[in-house]
T-cell receptor
Framework: DAGVIQSPRHEVTEMGQEVTLRCKPISGHNSLFWYRQTMMRGLELLIYFNNNVPIDDSGMPEDRFSAKMPNASFSTLKIQPSEPRDSAVYFC????????????FGSGTRLTVV | DAKTTQPNSMESNEEEPVHLPCNHSTISGTDYIHWYRQLPSQGPEYVIHGLTSNVNNRMASLAIAEDRKSSTLILHRATLRDAAVYYCILTSISNFGNEKLTFGTGTRLTIIP
């Protein structure tokens, strides 16, 4: 298995532009999670899906952030418009059944907004 | 979820055992203990989890105190590749269907060659 696949690995964009991060979870995994990591705030859970349905989006910082999971094999996290404070590493993780099955994380997307 | 406390950093010599402590004095009877680690420039990686009994897997062992107010992750023979930030996390089964991993600041483990 190729694991959780995230793209792009690196993204540099100008303030005000739309950014879309992509994630392909492990086949057969029912739960998908988006995290953000910064030096100041550490790893923060933004949103998670169960069977393609958003369960908890309380970690999404602002309306500029949105996430979708149109099918079991694909999810996007969109930031529109982007701001310099959105610069971070964004991780996607998937799990077969939740915390008790362990999460598998992708390699992350390093986003820089200038 | 109950809070955990870990040392900010630890050092250990290569090829020696490492004991990473975690205090969780407010743990409840339904809280599971999870350990993840994050190698440099990578996403977190599952290590082990348990409820009451000690647990072993190919990566590590988890020793849980009898009163469950603390636990220790044991790496039996540290290698340079074990240098990482180790996170101890609690989740409550009372939140069944809505459990989620909330990461703290973890312990940065340095392995000395």
């Amino acid at each position: 298995d190729a694991g959780v696949i995230q793209s792009p690995r690196h993204e540099v964009t100008e303030m005000g532009q739309e950014v879309t991060l992509r994630c392909k979870p492990i086949s057969g995994h029912n739960s998908l999670f988006w995290y953000r990591q910064t030096m100041m705030r550490g790893l923060e859970l933004l949103i998670y899906f169960n069977n393609n349905v958003p369960i908890d989006d309380s970690g999404m910082p602002e309306d500029r952030f949105s996430a979708k999971m149109p099918n079991a094999s694909f999810s996007t996290l969109k930031i529109q418009p982007s701001e310099p404070r959105d610069s971070a590493v964004y991780f996607c993780a998937s799990s077969e059944g939740g915390v008790y099955d362990g999460y598998t994380f992708g390699s992350g997307t390093r986003l820089t907004v200038v | 979820d109950a809070k955990t406390t870990q040392p900010n950093s630890m050092e250990s010599n290569e090829e020696e055992p490492v004991h990473l402590p975690c205090n969780h004095s407010t743990i409840s009877g339904t809280d599971y203990i999870h350990w993840y680690r994050q190698l440099p420039s990578q996403g977190p990686e599952y290590v082990i989890h348990g409820l009451t009994s000690n647990v072993n897997n190919r990566m590590a062992s988890l020793a849980i105190a009898e009163d469950r107010k603390s636990s220790t992750l044991i790496l039996h023979r540290a290698t340079l590749r074990d240098a990482a930030v180790y996170y101890c996390i609690l989740t409550s089964i009372s939140n069944f269907g809505n459990e989620k991993l909330t990461f703290g600041t973890g312990t940065r483990l340095t392995i000395i060659p």
